[in-house]
C-alpha cells in the first residue's frame, strides 16, 4: 500500500477516536454530575454547560500555537504529543470526584487538544496533490463518524460499564491509536528547512495569512459552516416534538433528525473529494455553499417529520463538501512551511462556531423560533458563497516565501 494511504487510514481511525472521546460524555454528563453528588437541576445543568463548552474555549486559543509548533517541529511530533496527551487526560477524567475537577480537565484537554490539524497539515503536504480532496474527505468522514457515534457508544458504555469506565475504555483505546500512528504513520519534513523558515511569532504568522486574500474567507466558511450547523441543534427536540407531537417514540425521532445530517455527510464526503479532484475544489465549495444554504428554507417550512428529515438529509451531503474543499483550499493558498499554522487558525474558526452557534441561537429563538434560525443560518451560508466566489476568482495561488515574513518579525518566541 502506498505510504499516503496508510497515513490516511491510520489518522482516519485517529479521527474517529479523539471525536468520539470528545463527544460520547454528551449522553450522561448530567447524570455523572449528578453521582458527584449535585442535586439542584438548575446547578446541574450550569456544570454541564461550563464542563461541555470549557474544551472547545481553550482549544479556541491554543490551536494556533500548536499549528506554530507543527510547523517548526513536525506535524507527527505535535500529533503524538495530542493522541497522547488526551489519552491520560480522558483516563483522568474516571477519577474526577467533583465537577470542578471535570471541568479542570476538559479545560486541560482543549489545552493539549490539536489532533485534526496536525493530521490534516500532515496528509495535506504528504499526499500526492491529485488525491488531496479524496485524502481530506476520508479524513472529515472519520471525524464526523466520531461526532456521530461518540454519544451513542457512551451511552452505550454507561449502561454497560458505568460511568467512570467509559473514560478508562476511552484513554486506552486513544492511547492504542497513539501507539500505531507512531509505528506507522511516516512524514517528509526537513527539521533543518523547517527552523530556518518559520521562526516568527503567532501574531507575525497570523498578519502574514491575512494578507492572502483568500484565507480569511476560507476561515470564514468554517465558521459559518459550524455556526449555522450548531445554531438550531440545541432547539432540534422541541421543533421535532412540535412536529410530532408528544406520542411515542418522540425521543427516537429527535435522535434521528439529529443524526441524520452526519451521517449523509459521512458519506458524500470522500464522494465530493473525489470530483473537487477532478473539477476543482472552488466549484465544488461554491456548490455545496449554495446547495447547503437553500436546504434551509424548506426546513423553515417543514409541516411533518418526515419532511424534516429528508431536508435535514439533504443539508447533511451539501455540508460534507465544504469542510474537505475548504482544507484542501487552504493548502493551496498557504504560503509553503505555515502548513500546520494555517490549518491551526481554521480549527480556532470552527472551535469559533462550535460556542457561538448554539449561544446565540438560543438567544434568538425567543424573538424568530427555530423557523426564523433556519433563515438566518440559509442567508448566512448564501452570503458566504458570495464573498467566496468573489476571492477565490482569483486563478493565482500566490505563495509568499516565509523569509520575508520572518525577517518583519523582531523576534522568534511564541506570542
Not at 72 to 96: C, D, E, N, Q
Not at 120 to 144: D, H, W
Not at 303 to 309: G, H, K, S, V
Not at 336 to 341: D, I, L, T, V
Request: with cysteine; aromatic share 10%; net charge positive.
Amino acid at each position: 500500500m502506498a505510504r499516503w494511504k496508510v497515513n490516511l487510514a491510520v489518522l482516519c481511525i485517529g479521527q474517529f477516536l479523539v471525536m468520539s472521546g470528545m463527544t460520547m460524555i454528551t449522553p450522561f454528563l448530567p447524570l455523572y454530575i449528578q453521582e458527584m453528588g449535585v442535586t439542584d437541576p438548575h446547578h446541574i445543568a450550569l456544570w454541564s454547560g461550563f464542563i461541555f463548552a470549557g474544551n472547545f474555549v481553550t482549544s479556541f486559543f491554543f490551536q494556533p500555537l500548536w499549528g506554530r509548533l507543527s510547523d517548526r517541529y513536525g506535524r507527527k511530533v505535535m500529533l503524538l504529543r495530542s493522541s497522547f496527551g488526551m489519552a491520560v487526560v480522558m483516563t483522568l477524567m474516571g477519577f474526577a470526584h467533583d465537577p470542578t475537577q471535570l471541568l479542570l480537565l476538559r479545560i486541560l484537554n482543549g489545552v493539549i487538544s490539536g489532533f485534526m490539524p496536525a493530521a490534516v497539515a500532515l496528509i495535506s503536504t504528504n499526499t500526492p496533490r491529485e488525491k488531496s480532496g479524496f485524502a481530506m474527505g476520508m479524513l472529515q468522514s472519520g471525524g464526523v463518524a466520531g461526532s456521530i457515534l461518540g454519544p451513542f457508544i457512551g451511552g452505550l458504555m454507561a449502561e454497560w460499564l458505568g460511568f467512570r469506565s467509559i473514560f478508562y475504555v476511552t484513554g486506552a483505546l486513544l492511547f492504542g491509536a497513539s501507539m500505531v500512528a507512531l509505528f506507522l504513520v511516516k512524514e517528509k519534513f526537513d527539521l533543518a528547512e523547517a527552523k530556518k523558515k518559520t521562526n516568527i511569532t503567532i501574531v507575525e504568522g497570523f498578519r502574514v495569512l491575512m494578507k492572502v486574500k483568500q484565507l480569511p474567507a476560507l476561515y470564514g466558511v468554517t465558521f459559518v459552516i459550524q455556526f449555522s450547523m450548531l445554531a438550531a441543534m440545541p432547539l432540534i427536540p422541541l421543533f421535532v416534538q412540535d412536529l410530532h407531537g408528544k406520542g411515542e417514540l418522540l425521543a427516537f425521532y429527535a435522535g434521528l433528525v439529529g443524526s441524520v445530517t452526519g451521517f449523509s455527510n459521512m458519506i458524500a464526503s470522500p464522494l465530493l473529494g473525489r470530483w473537487s479532484d477532478r473539477i476543482g475544489s472552488v466549484k465544488i465549495l461554491a456548490v455545496c455553499l449554495i446547495g447547503a444554504g437553500l436546504c434551509y428554507i424548506p426546513q423553515a417550512l417543514v409541516t411533518n417529520i418526515w419532511q424534516l428529515f429528508a431536508a435535514r438529509f439533504m443539508l447533511g451531503v451539501f455540508m460534507g463538501g465544504m469542510l474537505p474543499s475548504v482544507q484542501t483550499l487552504i493548502r493551496s493558498y498557504t504560503p509553503n512551511g505555515m502548513e500546520s499554522r494555517s490549518y491551526g487558525f481554521n480549527s480556532s474558526a470552527l472551535s469559533l462556531g462550535n460556542m457561538m452557534g448554539p449561544i446565540i441561537g438560543g438567544a434568538l429563538s425567543g424573538w424568530v423560533s427555530i423557523r426564523g434560525i433556519f433563515i438566518m443560518s440559509c442567508i448566512m451560508l448564501l452570503g458566504n458563497a458570495l464573498w467566496v466566489r468573489r476571492t477565490l476568482s482569483d486563478p493565482q495561488l500566490p505563495k509568499q516565501t516565509i523569509q520575508k515574513a520572518g525577517s518583519a518579525s523582531h523576534s522568534g518566541d511564541d506570542t
